[in-house]
């Protein structure tokens, strides 16, 4: 029976995400690069991997390798092994996180201006016991951060919560789009405008690899009939305020944009209602069982937030 089991010593971690990495890419080299090792101590651990387990695992190729039947069997359990090591070690640290009442929340910066500050003023107030770690992530990067468990809740805007399975979103915050224009545009007098009188004007949008805002905004003018000129994309939420406020060109923002002072803009309220609600998003297993430190924290964000709606202001005259 011992005989058996020789491989239970032998048969290590490294070996097994080695193993994995190749299988997945089908090339020593590029999983290699993948796993930030050389090829060499690769391929030995690989190696090795066969000779404990007494079958050959890949079939070697010029230019790739290709899994054998024995490969194709290894590599199926190696995914639900690694995939339930991961959800293991992701529970363990999160019960560390849950004794130490520490948050850990991705964030983008335009959100204190929606009065995110006096939330965290809050929770400290009532709960000085809670450690809050803030990490500024665009949407995009906050829903790879929550995938991968290094952040505990993202925050981020409506548009950044459609099509985002597995990944789960609460409304926390609800307050529209608005436009914003610089004190010398045409349109700076106007209380509300039409959508559709947007079909003529220059957009400034942020760039879309950051977040999903300004798809959200083209499919909103494809509704009303018109694809927007799109003039220039912006990766800051400042940078996008200082191009309106120094050129012709338009801009839809949160309403709650307007609570800062902005020299040279106008907000002005849109006829159609464009939610750019704020947004908690979980990863599934904390939204199940969310850590107490987390749900006190969204509750307190719920309250505070909520308070006053969002006002809109225009620059000072000069």
């Known amino acids: 029976m011992a005989q058996d089991h020789h491989w239970r010593d032998r048969v290590t971690l490294k070996m097994l995400r080695y193993f994995h990495a190749v299988a997945q890419h089908g090339h020593f080299s590029r999983a290699a690069e993948q796993l930030n090792v050389s090829k060499s101590p690769l391929s030995a651990q690989i190696k090795e991997l066969e000779t404990i387990l007494g079958v050959a695992l890949f079939e070697r190729h010029t230019r790739q390798v290709s899994l054998t039947p024995s490969g194709r069997l290894l590599q199926d359990e190696c995914t639900v092994l690694l995939d339930v090591l991961e959800s293991g070690l992701n529970k363990v640290m999160q019960a560390g996180r849950m004794e130490r009442n520490q948050i850990r929340i991705g964030l983008v910066s335009s959100i204190f201006w929606a009065g995110f500050g006096e939330v965290i003023r809050q929770c400290h107030r009532r709960h000085p016991e809670y450690e809050i770690i803030f990490t500024e992530l665009s949407p995009e990067k906050q829903k790879q951060a929550l995938a991968s468990n290094e952040i505990d809740i993202g925050l981020a805007r409506f548009a950044d919560t459609i099509n985002i399975h597995p990944l789960l979103a609460e409304r926390i915050y609800r307050e529209p789009m608005v436009l914003v224009v610089s004190d010398e545009h045409p349109l700076r007098d106007r209380k509300r405008v039409a959508l559709a009188e947007l079909a003529s004007e220059r957009f400034v949008l942020m760039n879309r690899t950051n977040s999903a805002s300004t798809d959200f905004i083209i499919n909103a003018c494809l509704v009303e009939g018109f ?46 209602a464009l939610p750019a609600d704020l947004c908690v998003l979980y990863a599934p297993p904390v939204a199940a069982q969310p850590a107490i430190a987390i749900r006190h924290f969204i509750d307190t964000m719920n309250e505070q937030m909520n308070l006053a709606p969002p006002s809109l202001s225009s620059s000072p005259e000069p």
């Open 227 to 272: 694809y927007p000129q799109l003039n220039q994309e912006v990766i800051e939420p400042n940078t996008l305020m200082a191009v309106v406020a120094t050129s012709l060109q338009v801009a839809l923002v949160p309403a709650s944009y307007g609570r800062q002072k902005w020299p040279h803009v106008r907000f002005i309220r849109l006829e159609q």
